[in-house]
């Protein structure tokens, strides 16, 4: 009986540990504001363009757009920096105070989404140039390039290996995978 009971208590122990919610990921205020700069001699490769006269209007297009995110993010550095050390410092606080959870996020909102619109309009106007210069095949990937380059950005989920996720295709909604309602 003894033994039973132990070996209950160690099992639920077990349970707790691996029910630990996964640590705080470092914030990065630039690029939750979408601020980054393209990599001029890199793009004309990917994008395979051979003609001299296309790589200079390309590489034209993105100095140009790489000089305008600086002057944002030059404009926009000490608000970004402060947002970054306050999510940083108050992050872990905020999973267990709904309160500050929502101040936390309207500050983000206040600062951050008005710089991403900013960079969201330069980068509406490259690519427009890029689709009047580009060929169809050329822009479709520019496109792709661009989304590979902001999915880059986003950060990336810790692997938490004690904690088991479910996997009966139940995600957010309560929904299975293959419903469409």
Do not use: C, H
């Amino acid at each position: 009986m003894k033994k039973t009971i132990l070996l209950l208590l160690v099992f639920q122990s077990f349970l707790l540990i691996a029910q630990e919610p996964p640590k705080m990921l470092k914030y990065n205020a630039k690029n939750a504001a979408n601020i980054f700069y393209y990599n001029i001699d890199e793009i004309p490769k990917k994008i395979k363009v051979k003609s001299e006269a296309l790589k200079k209007i390309t590489i034209k297009e993105l100095r140009n757009y790489n000089s305008k995110i600086k002057n944002i993010s030059f404009l926009n550095f000490q608000e970004l920096r402060e947002l970054e050390v306050l999510v940083n410092t108050i992050g872990e606080q905020s999973r267990t105070n709904p309160d500050l959870r929502r101040r936390l996020r309207k500050n983000i909102e206040l600062v951050i989404l008005p710089i991403r619109d900013s960079v969201a309009k330069f980068e509406e106007t490259v690519n427009s140039a890029f689709k009047n210069v580009f060929s169809k095949k050329q822009y479709k990937k520019w496109i792709k390039y661009q989304k590979n380059v902001k999915r880059e950005l986003l950060p990336k989920r810790p692997r938490n290996t004690s904690a088991r996720t479910p996997s009966n295709g139940m995600g957010r909604g309560g929904r299975g995978r293959n419903r469409r309602f």
